[in-house]
């Protein structure tokens, strides 16, 4: 886990890298370092964990490389729509955010510019609590 300077919020924000993912098999297996909630840069949601943005993961997926990203933030009102797509599964061991995301068959984004190869659709819930409200997390991986 590092800080990098968000523009939007004008402050130093906590990120994960992405280097430690693993594909196994149609699963992309990632663990995330949680810190304590802070505001994400729209403020309607409390981050918990997150990549750098898109970054490049090593392997390839269905022979291609890929870019992913994945967050994990909790709602300050307890409320926020997420759409159930690929179901992930999650656990949270000594702090650590251990995620299984599962990949798809790449299919063509709303643009047209990219595949999609992973996605849980929006925000996922998870049955792991912080500060007793339930973790969401966001994922995707696209193919250009």
Known sequence: MFQVYDKKSKKMVNVNDLDNVKLTGDNLHVELV?????????????????????????????GKPFTAMVCAGIAPNGKHPYIEVNEPRAKMVNGTLILDLPMNEPYP?????????????????????????????????LQK
Do not use: C, D, W
């Not at 810190?35 to 269905?62: C, D, N, R």
């Not at 510019?113 to 339930?134: R, W, Y």
């Open 34 to 62: 949680m810190f304590p909630p802070e505001p994400s840069s729209t403020g309607k949601m409390l981050m918990v964990a997150s990549s750098h943005g898109y970054e490049k993961i090593e392997a390839k997926y269905k």
């Open 109 to 141: 984004s709303s643009t047209g510019k990219a595949n999609i190869v992973g996605s849980t659709g929006g925000f996922f819930n998870t049955n792991i609590e912080v500060n007793g409200k339930n973790v969401r997390i966001n994922f995707l991986a």
